[in-house]
């Protein structure tokens, strides 16, 4: 009898390649079987979202030790979520976005409204100063069913 794979959407843009991301893709694959696709959601620059996929990718696959979808979203975060999720069959969602003085997604209430649709929703804030994984544990927090780490 095989394991079940989680499939799991990536949401991110500017913090794609952030080292707490691929940190949280490794364990999330090392756990158990894993199919990831990563989503630039607030696509305004086509080239802008083509060189953050070019550069995310590479890191995220050798993370995940397997393929990981890369996906254009548009303008709008909220409605590049819902389609990713209307064309692709997911079981959660991970969220990856700048603190909340420089996150326009925070701003607006991102995080919430994914919540609102229906899947377990991890958020990762990357933060700039290097913290040991045992600091980064007593940032844990479960909202929505998800995990919330470093927000």
């Known amino acids: 009898m095989s394991e079940r794979v989680t499939r799991i959407l990536i949401v991110a843009n500017r913090t794609a390649a952030a080292p707490q991301l691929l940190d949280e893709v490794r364990r999330r694959a090392e756990t ?5 696709a990563l989503l630039i959601p607030d696509v305004r620059a086509r ?38 999720l209307a064309e692709g069959s997911y079981d959660e969602i991970i969220v990856s976005t700048l603190p909340k003085r420089f996150s326009r997604w925070l701003r607006q209430d991102l995080i919430t409204q994914v ?37």
């Open 115 to 151: 919540e609102r649709l229906g899947l377990p929703v991890t958020v990762i804030t990357p933060r700039k100063q290097h913290r040991s994984s045992e600091d980064r544990m007593h940032d844990v927090a479960r909202i929505g069913g998800g995990t919330m780490l470093g927000g």
């Open 32 to 36: 158990g079987p894993c199919r990831f």
């Open 47 to 84: 080239g802008a979202a083509d060189w953050t996929l070019e550069i995310a990718l590479p890191l995220m696959r050798r993370a995940a030790k397997s393929k990981v979808e890369g996906l254009l979203g548009g303008p709008e975060p909220l409605e590049s979520v819902k389609q990713a």
